[in-house]
């Protein structure tokens, strides 16, 4: 109770420090960027921290957190200056309502999500390890970079910054890592509660104004009816789940299956669905362990032969929190929904201050702050940077040609857009270039997707509960807004059919460069010997073949190209300007500026999920595994924010027929989609009925392991050291006592290592020789790797006897005590685990 007390007076503090800065950076803004003054805070405070620790100004330590919180002070108090009191206390008095309904929001968020956290905190399972890990050892680091804990010698090669974000935190007020891992989960929930809330309230304040010209500075009319309202975006972001709960009770129930002449329960449909274990025969359990988890796999791969390659990840907010882990995409969601209002703020903000070079029409301070923020979302998560970039440049350019100061053709547009983009993402990387120097990845090219076509039902099962509102609104738009132009929807039909032959071609380009690579195997024999491991992975014969299935799919599966080709063509249809008497286009004026964001909002997330049907990023996994998760998941943000938005507009503004039949078919299909979050909470939870509540993720191990619970509680206070301990596969309790401690291991989970580094060469030969350590009887042997890798401490414990047991070949009489037992003093010892201390490391 005490740690979520002190969480949630140091986060909401550093909100009400930040939010003057805010409302200087965030003048356009009906609430003025208070929804996002917490994360503001917490993402500038742990910029600063990080940046003059990684340029060795401050320590890892609780005296250069102040110091960085005491800079960071100061720019807000300048902020007050600036501002003044007295505007600052009148704004809070004039919007008394929204500013009480985002406090009770992230109070009952932190709290709600603190609870269910306390009734399955155990950090056990998926990634949840390496999780603590990286936690734990930013904790023990002196300095930055911090070390691996699965790699010693060297610096976390990862998007880590989330995990400073909440080590900086845990350090501050003497939160525990474990503790801090599920108290890290609930902030993140609750201040993308209140993100997600802040947006839509700011779209819908602009909502009545008619004309497409932008908003003066202050905001004049009074949007505080829009406070209940705008609950709808965190609803639909992390409670709304797609259409997996449904799909369980349906085969659960029995439905669609049926008993054959030999006994054997069948079903055509779901075998036709092809779903992992969706198409399996109804459970004899009701809710069998796990069953949740198939909700996040409703994406499927197929390759040549229509074998099934796997399931594809395509996890959703609610999936994400209810699993628990704190993974990149999760801790990134706070930040992601601020730079969505810095673009808005860009957008609907009229100003008339320009950056000294290149000549865009931002201000200094706003542009500088938007590209610690835009930067530090690309060292929160790699993947999700691009597309937020490209968020601000469409906003930029969308208020350049919207405010009519100049004549603006497609060129000048085009131009503008890469100016802004390429200027902001290279100033983000300078002012995040420490993390960049040290970063490496598995991720590689792009590859062409010849053959893996997303079929339209697992698209709808992924998204209906979004694209239903969504298709509707900008539907309504194009027959309400635009007069069903009908040169507008042919305009916009070209322009998509466009985007989607060029994809299909930089595929098609893709594939000839492999090709032409095999063909000059003689010259480039690493090269060939990886395009043939390309199409052997998709089990074709030959080329010829692969293409003409891949053609074939694209005609006879077009549900999610068809889908994708309706949305985009009606957002298109709607951004197409009408041309006036001087030939100068022109947004419609019927377009308000909320209408054109969402529409924006909505593009960029249908490119993010029309491009993996023609491209995905190359990685170890050798399918698109990793490029629909990352790319599904940040559309589902963007689209979550429109679906709300869309709902609110549409309740209200469809003709009485139509707005019945909305409005009883939105409520269908959100009765759906909460079948997920009820039902897998209440399972997760068991029942809200856990054997012990606690915040506390390692509690676990005073019941399971108290043995190791002790020696783990003696490392975390042990000087720092290199560890020694048993190495194996991923998704395991290997690497326990690093994870656990912080204190570096020679070598955690190999495959996760090889994952962030891109290759094995940094791993060499650790897990033989850690091997080698343990089952030598030589102590003139032990001693070499003692030494090679500078380990402190040598952990013996039932691990180590496991997988050190006898063997004919690499271990052939066991793990050998005696060799430490008669050269290095015990340091720890309790029941079967001992802990040996390398005197000469101390």
């Known amino acids: 109770m005490i740690d979520f007390i002190l969480w949630y007076l140091i986060i909401s503090s550093l909100g009400l420090l930040t939010f003057p800065l805010a409302y200087t950076l965030l003048p356009a803004l009906a609430d003025r960027g208070y929804s996002f003054s917490r994360a503001l805070g917490w993402l500038l405070w742990g910029y600063i921290f990080w940046i003059l620790g990684s340029l060795g100004v401050l320590q890892n330590d609780v005296g250069g957190e102040i110091l960085a919180l005491q800079i960071f002070a100061g720019f807000a108090f300048w902020s007050i200056r600036r501002v003044g009191w007295i505007e600052i206390k009148t704004w809070f008095s004039a919007h008394r309502r929204v500013v009480l309904t985002i406090e009770l929001l992230f109070f009952i968020a932190f709290v709600g999500w603190a609870v269910v956290r306390a009734a399955n905190p155990e950090i056990v399972g998926t990634e949840k390890p390496m999780e603590l890990a990286f936690i734990n050892s930013i904790l023990r680091s002196p300095t930055f970079p911090p070390n691996d804990p699965w790699l010693s010698g060297y610096a976390i090669s990862y998007y880590y910054f989330g995990y400073v974000l909440v080590a900086l935190l845990a350090k501050f ?100 669905l092809d779903m992992g274990r969706f198409s399996d025969p109804p459970p004899a359990e009701a809710f069998p362990h796990w069953w949740w988890w198939q909700a996040s796999r409703v994406i499927q791969d197929f390759d040549f032969n229509w074998a099934n390659k796997g399931d594809i990840i395509d996890e959703f907010p609610f999936f994400s929190y209810l699993l628990g882990d704190l993974h990149p995409h999760v801790l990134a969601m706070p930040f992601a929904f601020l730079a969505m209002a810095m673009a808005f703020n860009l957008f609907i903000h009229r100003g008339n201050e320009k950056l000294p070079w290149p000549r865009l029409k931002i201000s200094l301070k706003f542009f500088i702050v938007s590209a610690v923020v835009f930067g ?105 807004d635009r007069d069903a132009d009908f040169n507008a929807l042919k305009r916009g039909l070209q322009v998509t059919s466009g985007l989607v032959l060029i994809l299909w071609l930089v595929s098609l380009a893709i594939t000839g460069i492999i090709l032409s690579l095999q063909l000059l ?16 992975s998709l089990a074709a014969p030959d080329w010829g073949a692969l293409l003409r299935e891949g053609f074939v799919r694209r005609l006879t599966v077009p549900g999610t190209l068809l889908t994708l080709v309706i949305l985009l063509t009606l957002v298109i249809a709607n951004f197409w300007p009408r041309k006036e008497e001087d030939d100068a286009p022109q947004l419609p004026s019927s377009l308000a500026p909320p209408n054109l964001f969402a529409l924006l909002l909505t593009l960029i997330a249908g490119l993010l999920v029309l491009a993996p049907e023609f491209i995905y990023l190359r990685d170890m996994f050798g399918y698109r595994i990793n490029t629909i998760f990352k790319f599904y998941f940040l559309a589902w943000l963007m689209w979550g924010i429109v679906a709300a938005y869309a709902n609110i507009v ?48 390692t509690a676990y191990l005073q019941n399971s392991s108290p043995d190791e619970a002790a020696a783990i509680a003696w490392l975390q206070d042990a000087p720092l050291g290199v560890i020694s301990e048993a190495v194996g596969g991923s998704y395991t309790n290997y690497g326990r006592m690093a994870s656990h401690s912080g ?69 052939p009489t066991g793990l050998s005590e005696t060799k430490f037992i008669r050269n290095l003093p015990v340091a720890f010892e309790l029941g079967e685990l001992t802990i040996y201390e390398v005197p000469w490391r101390e």
């Not at 929160?380 to 100049?406: C, H, K, M």
């Not at 009925?689 to 606690?694: A, G, I, R």
């Open 376 to 480: 530090g979302m690309a060292f929160l998560n790699t993947w999700d940077a691009p597309f937020y970039v490209a968020l601000f440049a469409g906003a930029y350019v969308l208020r350049q040609w919207i405010v009519g100061s100049e004549k603006w053709t497609v060129g000048s547009l085009v131009k503008d857009f890469f100016v802004t983009g390429i200027t902001l993402g290279l100033t983000s990387i300078i002012l995040y270039l420490p993390f960049y120097l040290g970063f490496a990845s598995q991720a590689g090219g792009p590859l062409p997707n010849v053959i893996y076509v997303t079929r339209g039902i697992y698209l709808w099962l992924m998204f209906a509960p979004l694209l239903v509102p969504i298709l509707v609104y900008v539907y309504h738009l194009w027959c309400r």
């Open 521 to 536: 195997s003689n010259k480039f024999p690493e090269a060939a010997s990886a395009t043939s491991a390309f199409l052997g």
């Open 650 to 697: 549409l309740w209200d503004r469809l003709q009485s027929s139509w707005r019945i039949v909305f409005r009883v078919g939105m409520i269908l299909i959100l009765g759906m989609a909460l079948i997920y979050p009820v039902l897998g909470l209440w399972t997760k939870t068991n029942g809200f009925n856990p054997s012990q509540w606690t915040l506390d993720g």
């Open 743 to 811: 204190l570096p291991t020679v070598l955690g989970w190999e495959f996760h290592e090889i994952q962030w580094r891109g290759g094995t060469q940094e791993m060499g030969s650790r897990k033989a020789d850690i091997e080698r350590l343990y089952c030598t009887p030589s102590w003139g042997e032990a001693r070499q790797v003692l030494d090679l890798y500078d380990i402190r401490y040598v952990i013996v414990g039932t691990k180590e006897r496991i997988e050190y047991a006898a063997d004919d070949q690499s271990c």
């Open 173 to 272: 007020l003497g939160t525990t890592g474990g503790v801090a891992f599920n108290m890290g989960g609930a902030l993140v929930f609750a201040l993308s509660a209140i993100g997600s809330y802040g947006l839509l309230y700011n779209l819908l304040a602009l909502r009545e104004k008619k004309s497409s010209s932008l908003i003066e500075k202050r905001s004049t009319f009074n949007a505080q009816r829009f406070t209940f309202p705008s609950l709808l975006a965190p609803f639909f972001i992390l409670i709304v789940s797609n259409l997996g709960g449904l799909l369980h009770l349906l085969r659960l129930g029995g439905v669609f299956w049926r008993t054959d002449e030999n006994g054997v329960l069948t079903s055509p449909i779901w075998t036709w």
